[in-house]
């Protein structure tokens, strides 16, 4: 599977900017979570969003709820996360994951990520 994220970019606090990630290649499915993660200069990389690809149903991290919100296109295979409102404190690079194992009621939305993207890179200036 091959993800291909973009979107990143300069903007300044209270802005707006929208990631998407095209997924492609034989291996992909419709099983599975897929998501958002992030990382700021010095931390771990943190859980932000993530679907449900077959059902659709979505979570969030409590820093973003409100905000960043985290849809998907099944006929395009393209995830996507809408950033508004957005904070010196969402400057990091994201990163776009798939997994391809069936996610139960109470796994977590970022369970089984079995492949990433490259990540793109979001700066918001305050």
């Known amino acids: 599977v091959q993800l291909q994220a973009c979107g990143g970019g300069l903007v300044q606090a209270g802005g707006s900017l929208r990631l998407s990630c095209a997924a492609s290649?034989?291996?992909?499915?419709?099983?599975?979570?897929m998501g958002w993660f992030r990382q700021s200069s010095g931390k771990e990389y943190e859980f932000v969003a993530g679907i449900r690809w077959s059902g659709g149903s979505t979570a969030c991290a409590d820093s973003v709820k409100g905000r960043l919100t985290i849809s998907r296109d099944n006929a395009k295979n393209t995830l996507y996360l809408q950033m508004n409102s957005l904070k010196s404190g969402d400057t990091a690079v994201y990163y776009c994951?798939?997994?391809?194992?069936?996610?139960?009621?109470?796994?977590?939305?970022?369970?089984?990520?079995?492949?990433w993207g490259k990540g793109t890179l979001v700066t918001v200036s305050s």
């Open positions: 994951a798939k997994g391809l194992r069936v996610a139960g009621r109470s796994a977590p939305y970022y369970y089984g990520m079995d492949y």
């Open positions: 290649g034989p291996a992909f499915n419709r099983y599975g979570n």
